[in-house]
């Protein structure tokens, strides 16, 4: 492609609204424009990235035997409803009326339609395994969009769905498809880590995140440093303290004290007041959870995981109340909450089932209550695992020291066994001639938070540097000098010969100082650039740049093409 005939607007300065570097260089290198919130326009430079993602993404799905089809973004909400997600799936599900009064939705998963589809078109365990995946367009009305295409309200998807005889032959479905994503992941050049996933509103029991590891990320992973353990904070279990381990006198229960805690309404400030460390003193959390209040008990120094309490409470939403909505719900001032005499519902963490003679807020203003004791003093709805692991605690696997690292979601499995099938009705014949259930999995892709994700991993200051197999471009060639024919024709050769060899190319051939073409072609993050310039007319030498370590290499043209084939087919191969 020629540079001076492609739409790619580049920017000089730096984009206002943009928080992450993916953000600012997918605008600023013109592969994006924004429409409405979350809502993008691909220009031709960053579509021709997307298009890198998905067929990367097509040819594994492939090898896999799964078989793309394209399945409606529009859906009926009759559909949604045999499920029960219609209602459940909350305010991300965009529904409308159309012109007949139907109600609709805009799909921002495919379940309920694939089931329907196999339902009507699949009748014996002779069709089984099967595996359906389509890209397409997705439509989520995000609470926070934001990132650019990071979280996207409309944003490409991968999905596909297995379905399997038996719980069996669905297990090896997800294997295959947990090893088709790690090649998918290798061979777009990324640095990533399959974890244990929380399995969320989808439903099903058993799940794996593909992070890719940038500092930007939105997850937080956390590792063991001596197995292969790896799992979303979200998921991961905390190992359940030794009940009560110092020795039993130190540990009778003392008797219940008031004390005035003047205007202390942090832990810090209570703990300091009281000389007490935060691990003597509960933390009583309010949430309204789907709306309604729930206090949530954890130790001083331990922060509550909202997944982990939604997930308790079977609810859609879990959301920190306001001090007003604290206040409403109980009559108490923010600060001095606590569990004895409360009057809404109360959980704890196990952690607070294990501890002895702690503080808590006295439901009045300027006190707290020492020597407080779970089951003495007050009774808890549930006691669960509720806090967030940190890297104080030790592997739930091996009891190995744990590290936590920031990753950005890009693929999603799920083993959704028959939750779907059973609600719509999706049965085959299996051999034993019996109608039974389908055997679900469904996996997902996110195509184009893919390309932000290797922006946001791949990059330096002054732009992009694509992931050779992501890079709408394998190398750039400058045009230095559009006056002087010999350096014009040299430049024009190159251009149609690294093509001839195979290569996606792009000829800048604007007419701009040399200056301003270095600049874009940094920016712009191509993996190598062939500069023709003065140095051809004197020696016949062109100059080869690699983008990601600035290496250059003067070589001729013979030469260079030979070279640029090589380095682009070795990243290629790579497996
Ligand atoms: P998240 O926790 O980031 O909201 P999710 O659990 O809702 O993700 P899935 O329903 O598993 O995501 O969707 C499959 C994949 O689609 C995700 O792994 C992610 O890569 C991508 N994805 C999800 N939501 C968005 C979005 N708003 N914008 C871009 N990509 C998204
Ligand atoms: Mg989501």
């Known amino acids: 492609m020629r540079y001076s005939q492609i739409l790619l607007p580049t920017l000089k300065e730096i984009p206002a609204d943009a928080e992450v570097v993916s953000h600012r260089l997918l605008l600023r290198a013109g592969c994006i424009r924004k429409l409405t919130a979350g809502v993008y326009t691909y220009l031709p430079y960053g579509l021709a990235a997307l298009r890198r993602v998905d ?81 397409q367009t997705k439509f989520r009305d995000e609470i926070r969009p934001r990132f650019g295409l990071m979280r996207g309200r409309e944003f490409v998807m991968k999905d596909a769905y297995s379905f399997d005889a038996d719980d069996e032959q669905a297990s090896r479905s997800y294997q295959l498809m947990y090893d088709t994503y790690q090649r998918i992941f290798h061979r777009c050049g990324l640095e990533f880590r399959a974890v244990e996933a929380d399995s ?18 939105e997850d937080t992973i956390v590792f063991c440093t001596a197995c292969e353990y790896a799992a979303n904070v979200e998921k991961a279990t905390v190992r359940p303290p030794k009940a009560r381990v110092r020795p039993l006198e130190e540990e009778a229960e003392l008797d219940l004290e008031k004390v005035e805690t003047p205007g202390r309404r942090k832990v810090e400030a209570v703990c300091e007041f009281l000389e007490i460390k935060p691990r003597q003193l509960v933390k009583t959390m309010v949430y309204l959870a789907d ?7 954890v130790r001083g120094d331990r922060e509550v995981q909202e997944v982990k309490l939604k997930n308790l409470l079977g609810v859609v939403d879990v959301e920190l109340a306001a001090d007003q909505q604290v206040y409403d719900a109980t009559g108490v001032p923010t600060g001095y909450l606590g569990p004895v005499g409360i009057t809404i519902r109360v959980v704890a963490d196990q952690e607070v089932a294990a501890m002895r003679n702690f503080v808590v807020g ?62 719509m009705q999706a049965l085959f014949q299996d051999s034993d001639g019996l109608e039974k259930p389908l055997v679900m999995g469904c996996y997902g892709i996110g195509v184009s938070r893919i390309v932000a994700a290797a922006i946001e991993q791949n990059h330096d200051e002054n732009g992009i540097i694509f992931p050779i197999p992501l890079a709408p471009y394998q190398a750039v060639v400058l045009n230095l000098s559009l006056k002087d024919a010999e350096i014009t024709g040299a430049a024009e050769a190159l251009y149609e010969e690294l093509r001839a060899a195979g290569l996606d190319i792009l000829l800048d051939d604007r007419d701009e100082r040399p200056g301003f073409k270095f600049k874009d072609a940094d920016l712009l993050g191509i993996p190598f650039r062939i500069t023709v310039g003065k140095r051809f007319l004197k020696d016949g030498i062109v100059e080869l740049r690699h983008r ?22 070795a990243a290629l191969n790579q497996e």
Request: hydrophobic share 40%.
């Open 55 to 135: 067929q990367i993404v097509r040819e594994e799905m492939n090898r896999a035997g799964a078989q793309e089809l394209l399945m409606p973004m529009v859906q009926p909400a009759d559909l949604w409803r045999e499920t029960g997600r219609y209602e459940k799936y909350g305010p991300e599900l965009l529904r409308f009326r159309d012109r007949h009064d139907r109600e609709s939705c805009l799909g921002p998963t495919h379940e309920e339609v694939i089931t329907d589809l196999v339902r009507r078109e699949v009748r014996s365990y002779r069709d089984l395994p099967l595996n359906l995946y389509q890209i």
């Open 200 to 217: 969320g509103t989808i439903g099903g029991s058993f799940s794996h995140e593909f992070m890719v590891l940038a500092k930007t990320g």
């Open 291 to 297: 709306g309604l209040p729930v206090a949530v008990l």
């Open 362 to 423: 006295a439901n009045e203003k300027n006190y707290h209550l020492r020597n407080v004791n779970l089951g003495r003093d007050f009774a808890v709805e549930a006691v669960a695992d509720l806090r967030q692991i940190t890297t104080e605690d030790f592997c739930p696997v091996c009891g190995g020291a744990l590290g936590l690292a920031e990753g950005i979601e890009v693929g999603h499995i799920f083993k959704l066994g028959t939750v779907y099938s059973e609600a």
């Open 548 to 569: 990601r370590d600035g290496l250059t290499e003067e070589l001729d043209p013979a030469q260079v093409i030979v070279r640029v084939r090589e380095l682009v087919s």
